[in-house]
């Protein structure tokens, strides 16, 4: 027999799709495997030395260099404190570590959608918090108006009984594969006044505030003219807006140094209390200590890290100009800078006003027209389109963004060439 909440855990492996095949294409060795564009793996990478070790003590360099790190990567507003700078195996654990030390079970925390799906199993397998889905499309998602969506759901979560506890931000966002815009008439970074605007929400509601920044560095150069950095939730100045103890961010190894596969992760936050509970439940979750001594090496070598950045962001823009070429030719819709480009109909629906630097490594590309013409619910027709996906040999996760708007799927653009040619002729 098991624990009730391990029952309701396990339900989640008979749901379809929840979790990734693994994909095992190699041009030489086995070009008939599985290519995975549903994967956000920046550069494969293996180290399969680098190994888990939970009981690691933490080396006392990592927290100071990584914060003089993030200063740069962030443009902080003021100086990380090396003190608040918590090192912990993943973004996942530290998902899963704030969840168990921010809420109660079956309490939540709200997102705005289309977002990351897999925050509901990081805050929802152990902690037991609900996601709650604010009721955004994925334009408002980015707007000061997301914020009334924010109180709705507040709201209605309320009604069910469910406290929110949190707001959760991913920023530079996934799955949608822009969010750095710029106001031309004034050059603001647009972002930055939306995040006020919910800084300010939470302040008011005294929920805390999650920035999920594990993309602060894969800002490439899709072509469009006008770039400017993203705006981290630190690089605001909070006084004023939101008590600093409300507000922590996430980051980690595996977008900007493409390597999930060494477990390292980061949470700043000048919560002391909060990082006292999460050094309780550290030694559930510490990085190893080989990860902890390359992370080190890594971070301290920051002509390797300039150079490293610079190489990976050129080629996350040559995969992005690759995949968003093909779709055009295709006559497949996907989401671009804030505006979806129709290339079908020769017909662009944009606010002008806007305009672009991608970030993460996804386009959010719309398949609606091709599923399937059954009988059943949108959700059933997505899974059935991945089917026929996978049949070929393409995974696409399906519905796992949470969107309103059926039939988008997210595509990570970030396999090598190769493999990326070959998805995208099968
Ligand atoms: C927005 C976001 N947060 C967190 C994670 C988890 O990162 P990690 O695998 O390093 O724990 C991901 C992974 O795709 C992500 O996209």
Known sequence: MLSSRALKNVQQLERPFRFTPTPDYDPQTNPQGLISFGMAENVTFTLDSVSYRS???????????????????????????????????????????????????????????????????????????????????????????????????????????????????VNP??????????????????????????????????????????????????????????????????????????????????????????????????????????????????????????????????????GFLAKSQASLAAGYRLVTSTLREAGINYMKGGWVFFAYRDLCVSALIWQTRNAGFFIYVDLSPFLPDINCSVQEREFALAQQLLDEGIFLHPGEEHSKDAGWFRLVFSNDEPALKEGLRR
Not at 83 to 91: G, K, M, R, T, Y
């Open 173 to 306: 966002h996934n799955p949608v594969g822009f969010n750095i815009l710029i106001e031309i008439e004034s050059g603001r970074c647009y972002p930055s006044d939306t995040l006020r605007h919910i800084a300010r929400f939470c302040d008011r509601n005294s929920l805390h505030l999650i920035s999920d920044e594990v993309y602060a560095s894969c800002v490439f150069d899709s072509g469009d003219p006008d770039a400017v950095p993203f705006n981290s939730i630190l690089s605001l100045n909070l006084q004023g807006l939101i008590d600093p103890n409300l507000v922590h961010v996430l980051y980690g190894f595996s977008k900007d140094f493409a390597s999930g596969g060494l477990h390292l992760g980061f949470l700043v936050t000048a919560n002391e209390q909060l990082r006292k509970a999460c050094k309780m439940v550290l030694r559930l979750h510490g990085a190893s200590q080989a990860a902890i001594t390359i992370g080190t090496a890594i971070l301290e070598d920051q002509d390797f890290v300039q």
């Open 55 to 169: 009981s690691a003590t933490i080396n006392s360099r990592l927290p100071g260099i990584a914060a003089a790190h993030l200063d740069k990567v962030l443009s902080t507003h003021s100086p990380i404190n090396p003190e608040h700078v918590f090192v912990a195996d993943s973004p996942t654990s530290l998902g899963n570590i704030l969840g168990f030390n921010l809420a109660e079970r079956g309490e939540g925390i709200i997102v705005n959608r289309p977002v990351y799906g897999r925050f509901e199993l990081d805050y929802g397998v152990e902690a037991g918090v609900e996601i709650v889905y604010a009721d955004t499309t994925t334009d408002e998602a980015f707007t000061p108006n997301s914020v009334a969506k924010y109180e709705q759901a507040l709201i209605e979560a309320e009604q069910r009984s469910i406290k929110i506890r949190a707001v959760l931000l």
